[in-house]
């Protein structure tokens, strides 16, 4: 069973960046589909990017072009650089990692970012 645990989130100001890293353990994280996730308060959990085993890599909308994730196969870690910050970025960011019918989820780190 892979277990993931986040880190790297914090309050920064608007322009601003931040890297968000999520470990795993157990030997299945090469073979994972690896995503991050976020949730504002009083909305939906989404997508915000995601990395196949293959390293294709997938964006929402919203953050194309300043959101960029990236994983260390050798670290089992995958991470997700966040520049030019936006007060609507702000929110829990969560950690996923699909692997055949498995669904695990990190604990969650949070990002605040202020105007």
């Known amino acids: 069973q892979v277990q993931l645990v986040e880190s790297g989130g914090g309050l920064v100001q608007a322009g601003g960046s931040l890297r968000l890293s999520c470990a795993a353990s157990g030997s299945t994280f090469r073979f994972a589909v690896m995503g991050w996730y976020r949730q504002a308060p009083g909305k939906l959990r989404e997508l915000v990017a995601s990395?196949?085993?293959?390293?294709?890599?997938n964006y929402a909308d919203s953050v194309k072009g300043r959101f960029t994730i990236s994983k260390d196969d050798a670290k089992n870690t995958v991470y997700l650089q966040m520049n030019s910050l936006k007060p609507e970025d702000t929110a829990v960011y969560y950690c996923?990692?699909?692997?055949?019918?498995?669904?695990?989820w990190g604990q969650g780190t949070q990002v605040t970012v202020s105007s």
């Open positions: 996923n990692a699909r692997i055949g019918i498995s669904n695990v």
């Open positions: 990395v196949t085993s293959g390293g294709n890599t």
